[in-house]
């Protein structure tokens, strides 16, 4: 079973999906990508993170974010699931389900719960950069249902991150202070935040958040 870490590629699949076949890179393309599981068909709170997550949507849309969900069930019960997520949380499901029956995706993420049951997925989150990298993994237990308004500020986070030489601070939000990466030198941080910065420590510098007019 793999072992998914930060840094390392995203593997490709070709799967069965509720949209049709997919290459999950062609699927991505040039965008950011959310890969989210969970342990089968017709659970409850499973039910409400895919109903969520279509509300969600719009706000994926603008930050060049495609989601994509996976279940271990087959296409047909895939289909019988989306109507009632549909009839329950009241929305239209905008994004495909993979259906991996025969647990390829799931092995090639490591998804396989070991201390619950060998044929079960974790509910694992993982956000994918348009260069094919894992930048960020997340896994919640079944009682649990996942934050997505935390998935948004993270990918908020390391999209700002990923173009400008910053890092955000514990519980940051989009348009609140940044912090300065230690690398820059006070010389170079006066010319790459023209903002101006405030020195709490030398190794603690606030910035205005750098991408915002």
Not at 25 to 47: A, E, M, Q, R
Not at 147 to 166: G, M, P, W
Not at 184 to 204: H, I, M, R, T
């Amino acid at each position: 079973m793999s072992n998914i870490r930060l840094g390392d590629t995203a593997p490709n699949f070709d799967a069965e999906t509720t949209e049709g076949k997919i290459n999950f890179y062609d699927y991505l393309g040039d965008s950011w990508g959310i890969l989210f599981s969970h342990p089968s068909d017709y659970t409850p709170v499973c039910t409400t993170e895919l109903g969520t997550v279509a509300n969600y949507k719009p706000e994926f849309d603008k930050r060049n974010t495609k989601v994509i969900a996976l279940s271990i069930d087959d296409l047909e019960s895939h289909k019988g699931w989306v109507k009632d997520i549909e009839e329950t949380q009241e929305v239209k499901l905008n994004y495909p389900i993979i259906a991996d029956e025969d647990k390829n995706v799931s092995n090639l993420y490591g998804m396989i719960h070991p201390n619950e049951d060998n044929k079960a997925t974790v509910r694992s989150v993982f956000i994918i950069s348009p260069d094919k990298k894992v930048k960020l993994t997340l896994t919640y237990p079944p009682s649990t249902g996942r934050n997505f308004e935390e998935i948004l500020r993270v990918i908020d986070s390391l999209q700002l991150t990923a173009y400008h030489k910053v890092a955000t601070p514990a519980n940051w939000k989009h348009g609140e202070e940044v912090v300065i990466s230690p690398a820059v030198s006070n010389e170079d941080a006066k010319e790459l935040f023209p903002k101006g910065y405030k020195e709490v420590k030398p190794y603690l510098r606030m910035t205005p958040q750098p991408n915002l007019d």
